[in-house]
């Protein structure tokens, strides 16, 4: 059982940047791939950023060029780093592992799916102003 648990959530203002952290602990040599999700009010959940221990990245169209993703294995810890934030990048964002995953290609993340990933986070917020 793997356990994650994300921080490093706030209120900004547009243009300004944050960086989550998820932190990883129990079995988490099946922590093959980790992502980032978000879920605004009324939307569904949706897939921002992952990053696989062969080095593959992807980023959602929506925040290539402004999020990076990273993962330090020696702390089992994964990063966002979120710059140029929007107020359309307001949501609860959760990480997740996966054992296995496709869709990486090109830093690019095609077709994000939750169904993907074994373990979840409990969230944290972000809130952008204008």
């Known amino acids: 059982q793997v356990q994650l648990g994300e921080s490093g959530g706030g209120s900004v203002q547009a243009g300004g940047s944050l960086r989550l952290s998820c932190a990883a602990s129990g079995y988490t040599d099946s922590n093959y791939y980790m992502a980032w999700f978000r879920q605004a009010p009324g939307k569904e959940r949706e897939g921002v950023a992952a990053?696989?221990?062969?080095?593959?990245?992807g980023y959602a169209d929506s925040v290539k060029g402004r999020f990076t993703i990273s993962h330090d294995n020696a702390k089992n810890t994964l990063y966002l780093q979120m710059n140029s934030l929007k107020p359309e990048d307001t949501a609860m964002y959760y990480c997740?592992?996966?054992?296995?995953?496709?869709?990486?290609?090109?830093?690019?993340?095609?077709?994000?799916?939750?169904?993907?990933?074994?373990?979840w986070g409990q969230g944290t917020q972000v809130t952008v102003s204008s």
């Open positions: 990053v696989g221990r062969d080095g593959a990245i």
């Open positions: 997740a592992s996966a054992s296995r995953l496709r869709g990486l290609y090109g830093d690019r993340w095609y077709s994000p799916r939750l169904a993907d990933f074994d373990n």
